[in-house]
Structures are given as C-alpha cells and as structure tokens.
C-alpha cells in the first residue's frame, strides 16, 4: 500500500518560515519524481517544487529564492523548507510521487500565512 504522509503545516506570521515533511512508503522511492504542490480555495492545484536528482530541481517563479527542494532516498523523505512566507502562500500542500504511468498524492497539509 502506497503511503504519502505529509506534515509540518501549520499558521505562521508573513516573513515566517516551515518546513513541510513527507515521508513516503511502498514505492522505490529513489525511482520517482518527488513534488510540492499547493492549492488555495478557489485555485486550481499548482506545482511548487519537484525533484529527482541533485540536479534535476524545478520551482515556479512564485517562490523561486523562497523555497528549498531536498529529498533523501535513504529515508524514504522529501522536504520543502519555506522562507519569507506570505500570505499568498497559503494553502494545501500535497506531495506527489510520479514514475512513469504511477502517481500517488499525500492527503495535504494546511499552510496559512497571516499576521
């Protein structure tokens, strides 16, 4: 059974930072592309961040210089630290996990970005 559990969500001051977590469990995690997506009430669901390799990194533009990517295949873990929140930040975070036709997403976590 394929498991993405997210955590590290929370409420935080703008300027603030978190630290989402996701630990995944029955897939080979090291095969798949690892991703951040968010969607906010009202938006459709959109990519943050993904990763596979060291060097195989992408961010959109909207957090560019924000937000750091990192996976450890050793665990199983991807991480996505955020910096200098703002309130268009807020919303639910999904991790994704997607290795050719397989594609699986964690049950989200609340970030809301508010003073």
């Known amino acids: 059974q394929v498991q993405l559990v997210e955590s590290g969500g929370g409420l935080v001051q703008p300027g603030g930072s978190l630290r989402l977590s996701c630990a995944a469990s029955?897939?080979?995690?090291?095969?798949?592309?690892m991703g951040w997506y968010r969607q906010a009430p009202g938006n459709q669901r959109e990519l943050v961040a993904t990763?596979?390799?060291?060097?195989?990194?992408k961010y959109s533009d909207s957090v560019k210089g924000r937000f750091t990517v990192s996976r450890d295949n050793g665990q199983n873990t991807v991480w996505l630290q955020m910096n200098n929140l703002e309130p268009e930040d807020t919303a639910v975070y999904y991790c994704?996990?997607?290795?050719?036709?397989?594609?699986?997403w964690g049950q989200g976590t609340q970030v809301t970005v508010s003073s």
């Open positions: 990763i596979f390799g060291a060097r195989n990194i």
């Open positions: 994704n996990a997607e290795w050719g036709s397989r594609n699986y």
């Open positions: 029955g897939i080979s995690f090291w095969l798949y592309d």
